[in-house]
């Protein structure tokens, strides 16, 4: 059963969507089957990896609403073990749709319960908000990545996506975990950065991913072209950051999967 991680901090602008896109294109080029589900009505996701914008076209929408199934909303990529489930701009309208819903924070567990068995990894990239949207996202989660940039402000909202995951492990989804806190946009020469990632470091431990993304222009280039970066420019610096940021949560499930058969056999 696949790995299901969503991208999620409700801060704009720490880099979500490019962390999604990449990740999710790098545990691709890594061979493994890999599922990208677009839930932020921006739809910046489905653009990154070059599907445009189609009125008719199944999507994350339709999941959410009852009228189309997972199976049926997928989308083939450039990649070849990458497939994306794209967004579209009624999303938006979900949040008000769900309210009077049955089973509203479930709905995208339940679309995707069906094709998890397809993959190794589902990237789930959330809105900038900690909205319906989000928490249908966080409940169908096995565990949360944090993008976040080294600044002072920063610090401040994951205090609050924490305690947003606290509360949904209590009542909606106990299995709920932290995969880690990814540092973006980061400048390692500024003190204020050095000063961050302590604090990170300290609060955080082991969460904190060793990988770390630079500021990188071909990064930035690669979504108006319709690519992942590795695509794009596979030497970039911003590339290799985050193929080394898929290794690093890919070689966290082998270790956990190898313990866990320990305990069990012993």
């Not at 999507?59 to 009852?66: D, F, P, V």
């Not at 990239?125 to 920063?154: G, H, K, R, W």
């Not at 880690?180 to 082991?206: C, H, I, P, S, W």
């Not at 898929?246 to 499930?253: N, R, S, V, W, Y």
Request: aromatic share 4%; charged share 20%; with cysteine.
């Amino acid at each position: 059963m696949g790995r299901v991680i969503a991208v999620a901090n409700q801060k704009g602008g720490v880099g979500k969507t490019t962390t999604a896109i990449n990740l999710a294109a790098s545990f691709a080029a890594a061979e493994v089957n890999t599922l990208l589900v677009d839930c932020d009505p921006q739809s910046n996701a489905s653009s990154g990896l070059g599907v445009m914008k189609d009125p008719n076209r199944l999507s994350t929408y339709h999941l959410l609403l009852g009228a189309a199934t997972g199976e049926e909303a997928l989308t083939a990529t450039d990649l070849e073990q990458l497939w994306l489930i794209p967004s579209h701009k009624n999303l938006i309208g979900a949040n008000i749709e769900l309210v009077e819903a049955d089973r509203r924070e479930y709905r995208l567990r339940d679309a995707i319960a069906a094709i998890r068995d397809r993959f190794q990894y589902i990237v789930l990239d959330c809105p900038p908000a900690l909205d319906l949207l989000t928490l249908n996202a966080l409940v169908a989660a096995d565990s949360v990545l944090i993008p976040m940039q080294a600044e002072y402000f920063a610090l401040e909202g994951v205090s609050e996506l924490l305690d947003t995951i606290e509360r949904i492990r209590a009542a909606l989804n106990p299995v709920l975990e932290i995969e880690g806190v990814v540092l973006t946009m980061l400048d390692e020469r500024t003190n204020l950065a050095q000063q961050v990632m302590a604090e990170l470091k300290n609060f955080f431990g082991e969460k904190l991913c060793a990988a770390s993304v630079p500021r990188n222009i071909r990064l930035a280039e690669a979504p108006s072209h319709g690519k992942a970066a590795l695509v794009y420019d596979p030497r970039s610096k911003g590339a290799e950051s985050y193929i080394r940021l898929a290794k690093e949560l890919i070689g966290k499930q082998l270790s956990a999967v190898s313990a866990q058969a320990s305990a069990i056999s012993a």
